[in-house]
């Protein structure tokens, strides 16, 4: 059996082929012939419904077919039909099995989203984008699809295939392919850097005493500092992105239970807005996750995109502002990525969330000489209410913003000029609480 999947997960691979297109590869190779195994499970229930029994035959011979595709070297088309044959298969099946809508499919569609996600990556954007908008465009029009197909006459009511539990099922199924695409994506992260860390220790071992003698009989000790400071770089940058790699989940995840919620309240609006949005922040959160840093004006667009989010999540409970001094060119002063969002993220679910009106986030930025000083505050209940809230709940577990600190504190190391984080407790006339007021300094030669 061993053999077997290494077989097909290997199919089409080569010498010639690069790291990235290997990856693709294998992966296309292992989700065809996952989904033909799911479906074969299908063609089983419905051999005796011939119409049932044939569609289910034709779409498991088209996901097997990709590990052909690739075994041939046309890898394109191999893709091209994973990509298009889930959502076009969820609708045949939903028209024919309920005379519609169908809800217990529509769950589906959220975990399908990561299917050009997985096999184009950011190395692919424009291919992964084209296939984003396909899922989407599929999901748009499956209502009125569905309901233009007859449901089988040997199939007596839609409650058969289409009742709570199967929607439960198929929200469970969805929201696990999201965990696992995530992680996958993890993992990736984790082997490069870990390849990096090899590649330091190489340095170490092999050539760090020859570089050592070469350089002292031509630099003398000047060559030393270079050396340690170039280690002491590659050190750094990779403890920033395991920081990194920490943030993520953290709110993907919030993302997640958001759409889920949608759909169940059978919100077909907002659900669709949602996925979108989500689709386009999750490419922005890795894009953020390999960066060192990035521009101001980048890590605003992640945030707009997040906060308008929670905003649809919490039915626009508050409001938020970007202010940005005008000394500053947030086009290209670059900051740590995704540096505020725990922060923002903070500001929101424990602040403004618990807020009856008029809730305000300001994101403000502003320039300090050799420092850019970054305010993140709300009016909301304040921490000692948050706190007596989240002390009543066992489940919460929030370290987002604590991450965000040992990063931060990354860079008040070798004498630079400091990272500092100061929270402030903001009061009314009244002496009452009004809210949280963050303040972190940034170093501007960080």
Same mark, same amino acid.
């Given at each position: 059996m061993n053999r077997l999947w290494k077989n097909i997960s290997y199919a089409g691979i080569h010498t010639a082929l690069n790291e990235d297109k290997r990856r693709k590869i294998i992966l296309c190779n292992r989700m065809g012939f996952v989904a033909f195994l799911i479906i074969f499970k299908s063609m089983i229930i419905f051999f005796k419904i011939p119409t049932l029994f044939t569609i289910s035959l034709f779409t498991g011979l088209?996901? @097997?077919?990709?590990? @052909?595709? /690739?075994?041939?070297?046309?890898?394109?088309? &191999?893709r091209l039909i994973m990509m298009i044959v889930p959502p076009a298969g969820i609708i045949l099946n939903a028209g024919f099995m309920t005379d519609g809508p169908a809800n217990s499919s529509k769950f589906l569609f959220i975990g399908i989203i990561v299917i050009p996600l997985i096999l184009y990556q950011l190395s692919e954007a424009w291919k992964m984008?084209? #296939?984003?908008?396909?899922?989407?465009?599929?999901?748009?029009?499956?209502?009125?699809? =569905?309901?233009?197909?007859? $449901?089988?006459?040997?199939?007596?009511?839609d409650s058969i295939l289409d009742n709570t539990f199967i929607s439960a099922m198929n929200g469970i199924i969805s929201f696990l392919m999201i965990i696992l695409a995530f992680i996958h994506f993890q993992f990736l992260d984790r082997r490069q850097i870990e390849k990096l860390r090899?590649?330091?220790?190489?340095?170490?071992?092999? !050539?760090?005493?020859?570089?050592?003698?070469?350089?002292?009989?031509e630099q003398e000790l000047q060559s030393l500092d270079y050396l340690y400071t170039e280690l002491n770089n590659r050190n750094k940058s990779l403890s920033s992105q395991a920081l990194r790699a920490q943030i993520d989940p953290h709110f993907i995840f919030n993302a997640m239970n958001s759409i889920q919620n949608f759909i169940f309240n059978r919100?077909? =609006? !907002?659900?669709?807005?949602?996925?979108?949005?989500?689709?386009?922040?999750?490419r922005q959160t890795l894009e953020g996750s390999t960066m060192e840093k990035i521009s101001i004006e980048e890590e605003l667009a992640l945030l707009k995109n997040y906060l308008d989010l929670e905003k649809l999540r919490f039915n626009n409970a508050f409001d938020y502002v970007f202010e940005t001094d005008e000394n500053i060119d947030a086009a290209y002063t670059e900051i740590p990525s995704m540096l505020l969002q725990p922060y923002a993220e903070n500001a929101v679910l424990h602040g403004l969330r618990h807020k009856k009106e008029n809730g305000l986030l300001r994101i403000i930025f502003l320039y300090q000489f050799d420092n850019i000083l970054c305010i993140i505050e709300d009016n909301g209940i304040? $921490?000692? &209410?948050? =706190? #007596?809230? /989240? /002390?009543?709940?066992? /489940?919460?577990?929030?370290? #987002? !913003?604590s991450v965000t600190a040992n990063r931060l504190a990354l860079l008040s190391k070798d004498g630079q000029a400091g990272a500092r984080i100061l929270y402030l407790d903001l009061k009314d006339e009244a002496g009452n609480p009004a809210g949280t007021r963050v303040e972190i300094t940034i170093p501007l030669a960080y």
């Open positions: 088209l996901y @097997l077919s990709c590990v @052909l595709w /690739n075994s041939l070297r046309f890898y394109g088309a &191999a984008s084209i #296939g984003i908008c396909w899922i989407i465009l599929t999901f748009i029009v499956f209502d009125p699809l =569905t309901a233009l197909i007859p $449901r089988h006459p040997e199939i007596i009511n090899l590649q330091v220790d190489h340095l170490q071992k092999t !050539s760090a005493q020859q570089i050592i003698d070469k350089e002292i009989k919100d077909t =609006t !907002s659900a669709i807005s949602y996925v979108s949005k989500f689709s386009k922040l999750m304040g $921490r000692v &209410a948050s =706190t #007596g809230i /989240n /002390n009543r709940r066992e /489940n919460h577990h929030s370290k #987002g !913003s």
